[in-house]
Each structure stands twice: as C-alpha cells, then as structure tokens.
C-alpha cells in the first residue's frame, strides 16, 4: 500500500529529527567528555605545581639569606597561582561540565516524545491498511463472516468502522506530530543558546584565571629578580672562611703591613743619613777650599809687604 503525501512528508521530518537528536546526542557526549578530561589535567597541574611549591620552600631553607627570601617569596606566588587554578576546576566543572552533563537527560525526554509521535504515526498506518483490506474483501469473504445480514450493508458498517478509525488515528498522529514539531523547536533554539552560553563560560573562566595568573606571575618574577647577588656571595665566602680563619688573615695582613712600613721607615732614614753625611763632607770640602784661598791671599799680601820693606 502507497503512504499518502502527507504521511511521507511527515516520515521524513522524523527521520531529520532523529538525526538532529542523534547528533546532538553524539557530539554533546564527545565535548562534554573532552572537557571533564581538560579539567582533570588542569587539576593535574594543580597537584604538580603544589609539590614544586614544597620543593623550592624546602631548598630555600638551605640557601643564603637574600635567595631564600627570594625563594621563599616566588613559592609564596606560585601557591597563590594554585589557589586560582582550584577556584578554574570548580568553576569549569559547574558552569561547562555539568550543563553538557544534563543534555544526556534532555536528549532523553526528546527521544521520548518523537517515539510517541512515531507510535501514533504507526497506528494511523495500521488503520490505513486495515481500511484498505476491508475495501479489497470480496463478499464470499463477508458471507462467511456474517451469513445472515445483507452483505451491502455489512461491507459499509465495516467500511465505517474502519474510516473512523482512520480518521481518530490521522487526528492523533497530527496532533502528536505538530507537537513534536515545537517540542523540537524549543529544542534547537534551547541548544543554540546553551552552546553560546557553555562556551562563553569556558572562555570567562579561563579569562579570569590567566589574567590574575599574570599578575602573581609578575610580583613572583620582580621577588626572585630582586635578590641581592653581591650580598649573598659575601654570606657565601665567609661560610667558605670561618671567623678564626678571618681573625688570622687579618693578624697576618696587619703584621705585613708594619713590617713594610718599618723597612719603608728605615730606608728612608738611611737615604736621610746619607744625604747628610754628604753634605757635611760637601761642606767641609768647601770649607777647606775656602781656608786654602785664605792661606794664599796672606802668603801674596805677605810677599807684596816685603818687596815693600826692600825698597825702603
């Protein structure tokens, strides 16, 4: 038996409804599985960096007192990281894993209302056929039901019966399928909307956490860049040189030095000593030279007196 238009078109938007539920069904399944993993690695990392936070508090303890403060101060940071990457679970969690959770319900409920559509769609069939079987019997067929009945009168009371019946099952399947059609209108427009809003959490979600990341992230970067290097090595060399080994180099230092100011001392008075004893042999050269000229100008004036006293 041939469906009539009608009934074919109306096969054919179940058939794209089903689709359209199945594929939702599919997909909404797939990310929603794909994000509670995203969340799980997000809080993986959570883990992770918190056992780096004990590790770098841990060996800071050992260090020089600049670096430890330093270290302790980027530990301090990287904790408060975790405690906004904590808050990003929970929110990913409640405001993108669990809506896409409950579309497994709400593909349920519709899967529900097209087998209602599609159960009234088969009654209607069932009643087509049957009023089709009635219409082909051939009166032998009616005689032997009902032998004593006109057999006219009998086909149209059969004939009756079933196009009622047809009919209650056209008016039933019509209604349950303009039912089904803003059902599954209400549908899409709902899913539209969820997927705008899922999304547009993910995205604010992941927003937030990033840009106060950032900010932890650069006072922890400015902690760690703000150690005093030269101080450090200064704690560091002297844990390398104990205080009596400090107290000995300085004895010594100090020994040197007036060792040298002493050999200073005594060569500059020497050199002092020298120069005088010069002088004084200087002087006493000149001093002799001086009497020796002396001695020559009495020895002439003394000559010049006696050619003097001769020619008198």
Do not use: W
């Not at 809003?197 to 956490?209: A, C, D, P, R």
């Amino acid at each position: 038996m041939s469906r009539t238009p009608d009934a074919r078109a109306r096969d054919s938007q179940t058939r794209q409804i089903q689709e359209n539920i199945t594929n939702v069904e599919k997909h909404f399944g797939e990310m929603c599985q794909l994000f509670a993993a995203y969340v799980r690695k997000t809080a993986r990392l959570r883990d992770k960096a918190d056992l780096l936070v004990r590790e770098i508090s841990l060996y800071a303890d050992t260090e020089t007192p600049n670096l430890k403060r330093g270290m302790k101060q980027f530990a301090d940071q990287l904790a408060k990281v975790q405690d906004y990457r904590q808050a990003e679970v929970e929110r990913l969690e409640a405001k993108v894993i669990e809506p896409l959770k409950n579309y497994g319900t709400v593909v349920k409920r519709k899967r529900e209302d097209l087998k209602t559509t599609q159960s009234a769609r088969d009654r209607e069939a069932k009643q087509m056929a049957q009023l089709e079987r009635t219409r082909q019997r051939n009166p032998s067929d009616r005689q032997i039901i009902v032998s004593f009945h006109n057999v006219s009168m009998l086909f149209v009371m059969f004939s009756h019966q079933a196009e009622s019946e047809l009919q209650r099952a056209t008016m039933d399947a019509t209604r349950t399928t303009r039912q089904l059609e803003e059902t599954i209108d209400e549908f899409e427009k709902q899913k539209i909307r969820d997927i705008k809003k899922i999304f547009g959490e993910f995205v604010t979600v992941e927003m937030s956490f990033h840009a106060k990341a950032l900010e932890v992230f650069t006072t922890a970067y400015q902690n760690i860049q703000s150690v005093d290097e030269e101080e450090d090595l200064e704690v560091f060399r002297s844990l390398l040189h104990p205080p009596d080994y400090q107290s000995r180099l300085e004895i010594v230092r100090a020994n040197s030095k007036t060792s040298l100011d002493r050999t200073g001392s005594s060569l500059s008075t020497s050199g002092t000593l020298q120069q005088q004893r010069t002088f004084s042999r200087q002087r006493r050269r000149e001093e002799e030279e001086e009497d020796e000229e002396e001695d020559e100008s009495e020895e002439e004036d003394n000559e010049d007196e006696e050619v003097t006293d001769d020619e008198n």
